[in-house]
């Protein structure tokens, strides 16, 4: 004989059961801050990385770890010339059409550079002569 659950009693037990699930911690934000101070100076703000010893992952929630991303974040933030160039990027400027014709010109003139033969080791060590 089947007995059947009534659907709220399921809706119940769902209820409770997934109460008592684990939670993941929340995934740190690894974004880089740039400061505007007064006078119009900027400043970037590099983001705090978490311990890796610190974190306990449930291997199979399939999330994305803290750490994910934030070295990377890092390097970044280390890399940045101009911190103003995050807010507005700089104008490009006229394009050079002396420099941009020479390699056409070079190349019609036959006047290009041979490329390097990696398979030969004279070729290498003469090249930079």
């Known amino acids: 004989m089947i007995k059947y659950i009534p659907i709220k009693t399921l809706l119940v037990v769902g209820m409770v059961l997934s109460a008592c699930a684990p939670t993941q911690p929340p ?53 940045i010339d101009n911190p103003r160039d995050l807010v507005a990027g700089r104008d490009m400027g006229d394009a050079d ?22 398979q030969d080791s004279a070729a290498l060590t003469t090249s930079g002569k």
């Open 27 to 79: 995934v740190p934000d690894h974004r880089i801050k740039v400061v505007e101070y007064s006078g119009g100076a900027y400043s970037v703000v590099a983001p705090e990385c978490e311990q890796w010893a610190d974190y306990k992952p449930d291997p199979f929630s399939n999330q994305v770890w803290p750490q994910f991303g934030c070295s990377n974040a890092r390097n970044l933030a280390a890399m």
């Open 97 to 118: 059409a002396v420099n941009t014709t020479r390699g056409i010109d070079l190349y019609r003139t036959g006047k290009t550079k041979e490329l390097l033969n990696l």
